[in-house]
């Protein structure tokens, strides 16, 4: 059996009369690749567990010293296992490898190739030896220097169904799109001049060009390339901004039907012939329809029948407005509005990724007021603001493009430390970040020492939380905005790509007492305790708790046996608190807090 019983019905949403040719289509393009997966016969596994920490990082973010043959690839698997991460991470997340042609690898030249510039397929296989592997399928849209786009310019069949022409006298607005302008590419072919759909290309490189699903070909192809990946290793297949993959005239073209139906398919077909491979939906969109992404639910067994996994995108720009207002009551009332994910189901909790901070995920969760003093503050520390067109015209804010650890920098007004430079030098201060929860205020932390304890404390939350926690590279090595990018290729997004030379990394990890150095060691004892907590498991039961004090957010984990729990406290005011807790020996620090005092910006996992 090539396509699971399920197919018919999906194909019968998507096309009606044509589904039969629909899978007749499908099982000839899958038929090699499904052959070698059931030839394939790996040990079952748990789906996941609470030693599930996931890297986030380009393929290209580390090279060797000059004269260094290794490809990326290799230098980065060297640097993960030579440091120890092999021992804390349990797969890493690959963002696109492919041959590219724009936005750092999300406009795909060739699926199925690995840019040389970055490695090679073995390269990966390599690095899937200590850790597991997460792809990204970028199927919403392929570059225009792809050999499909070329054969549809020439009008070869069956390229030449594979992308959406747009009438010039279509009223499209009610499309949502993530950026200005009117979506769609004017693009000269052997029919004419035609107007092309491209809903994520901006300015002067529209390159990225919007796939038609409408064509069941196209979607045969994708699915194919799917189980590539499965059979190449991934354990995890992030679907990158499926939200907009099905286009309808007269709609918004986001969250149609059809597109998660198209979902369903991809999760159904990886349950018949790679049963160890998940789905990951990437919707930063707010909260309510980014869990729809979770599915149907069956009636018998509870479970969701779309992504096993979705990104908690409200929270990361949750957690900096926590800091930026000093009130946990935002975060707390959308944490105690969350449900629990469908059995077989989880979050991907982050707080950084090649992207920016979404803020679109804030909608009905904080004031204007307190929203446009995030905003604000992140401007005073460094950031870029990409706005988004709507539907009346209109543009708003769509993200904010920061590093995550300088959008925690301490103060409305201060201005970071320089990447690299000892607090001793910039605050007059030993440059050592305190014992979190010493309860004594005389000292207080010097600047560069309080901005790594805000950072971390953020990152705790977030590995803390119901779900699998990923943790972005450049937030597991302290990286600062990388202005001088943004400055050279006019990309906002360019603040939080940073790559470094081997050599560079190890000299900005280096020195004791700076920024980098303090959040990198802080970073590796939070993952190393985490690991060892039963409680931690992405399955665990999770209880918010109200301590009475509107500038902390706290909540419970409870172990599956019942025989742990650990209450997460998490201060975000710049004073100290007093816990009305009784669980006092902190997992963090591995001392006693207190007089149950949390200093202020910090976090403690409580027994």
């Not at 690995?114 to 199927?139: C, K, Q």
């Not at 499309?175 to 590419?185: L, S």
Request: hydrophobic share 40%; glycine share 6%.
């Amino acid at each position: 059996m090539l396509t699971p019983p399920s197919t018919p019905a999906r194909l019968d949403t998507l096309y009606g009369v044509a589904a039969p040719a629909a899978q007749s289509a499908i099982e000839s393009a899958i038929a090699d690749v499904a052959e070698r997966l059931a030839s394939q016969k790996p040990e079952p596994t748990p789906r996941w567990t609470e030693q599930d920490t996931v890297l986030i990082t380009y393929a290209d973010i580390l090279r060797g010293k000059g004269g260094d043959d290794r490809s990326p690839l290799a230098v980065l698997k060297d640097w993960l296992v030579g440091h120890g991460y092999g021992d804390l991470l349990s797969t890493v997340h690959l963002l696109p490898f492919c041959p590219y042609s724009s936005d750092d690898g999300f406009s795909v030249i060739d699926y199925l190739a690995v840019d040389p510039e970055s490695g090679t397929w073995e390269d990966i296989r390599t690095l899937g030896d200590p850790f597991d592997l997460m792809f990204d399928l970028v199927l919403n849209h392929i570059s225009d220097q792809s050999e499909w786009f070329h054969a549809y310019v020439r009008g070869e069949a069956p390229m030449d169904r594979f992308f959406i022409e747009v009438d010039a006298h279509a009223d499209l607005s009610a499309v949502t799109r993530p950026r200005p302008g009117p979506p769609w590419k004017e693009v000269e072919t052997a029919h004419g001049l035609k107007r092309v759909w491209s809903t994520f290309s901006d300015g002067a490189t529209k390159d990225q060009m919007d796939l038609n699903y409408g064509e069941p070909r196209l979607l045969a192809e994708m699915l194919r390339i799917l189980l590539e990946y499965a059979e190449r290793g991934a354990r995890i297949i992030r679907l990158d901004a499926i939200a907009y993959l099905w286009k309808e005239l007269g709609t918004s073209c986001i969250h149609l039907p059809q597109t998660h139906e198209v979902v369903k398919l991809c999760r159904d077909l990886l349950a018949l012939h790679s049963p160890r491979t998940l789905v990951l939906t990437e919707t930063n969109v707010p909260h309510a329809e980014n869990v729809s992404y979770f599915g149907d639910t069956d009636p018998q067994t509870g479970e969701g029948d779309e992504a096993h996994l979705i990104y908690n995108f409200s929270l990361p720009p949750l957690l900096v407005e926590a800091f930026v207002s000093g009130d946990a009551t935002a975060i707390r009332s959308w944490l105690a509005d969350l449900a629990p994910p469908p059995p077989g189901c989880t979050f991907f909790n982050f707080t950084a990724s090649h992207d920016g901070i979404g803020v679109r995920p804030l909608e009905g969760l904080v004031s204007q007021e307190r929203f446009d003093r995030l905003i604000e503050a992140m401007r005073t520390r460094g950031a870029r603001v990409n706005m988004k067109r709507n539907p009346d015209g209109s543009e708003s804010p769509y993200e904010i493009n920061i590093t995550y650890v300088d959008a925690l920098a301490p103060g409305e007004h201060n201005s970071p430390p320089r990447q690299g430079e000892p607090a001793s030098l910039k605050n007059g201060g030993e440059g050592v970040a305190p014992d979190t929860n010493d309860p004594s205020e005389a000292n207080a932390p010097n600047q560069t020492a309080q901005h790594a304890k805000r950072f971390l404390a953020t990152q705790a939350v977030a590995l803390a939380l119901r779900g699998m926690p990923a943790v972005y590279f450049h937030s597991l090595v302290g990286t600062q905005n990388d202005n001088a990018a943004v400055e050279a290729t006019g990309q906002n997004r360019r603040i939080n790509r940073h790559k470094y030379s081997e050599p560079e990394l190890e000299a900005h990890l280096a020195t004791e007492g700076t920024l980098a150095r303090q959040i990198a060691d802080g970073y590796r004892h939070l993952l190393r305790a985490r690991r060892q907590q039963p409680a931690f498991h992405p399955d665990a039961p999770q209880e918010l708790v109200d301590l009475g004090d509107d500038r902390v957010l706290a909540f419970k984990r409870t172990s599956l046996d019942g025989k742990q729990t650990i209450l997460v406290a998490v201060n975000f005011s710049d004073e100290g608190v007093e816990l009305a807790t009784n669980s006092c020996d902190d997992l963090i620090t591995g001392s006693v807090l207190r007089d149950r005092r949390l200093r202020a910006e910090s976090v403690a996992w409580l027994m």
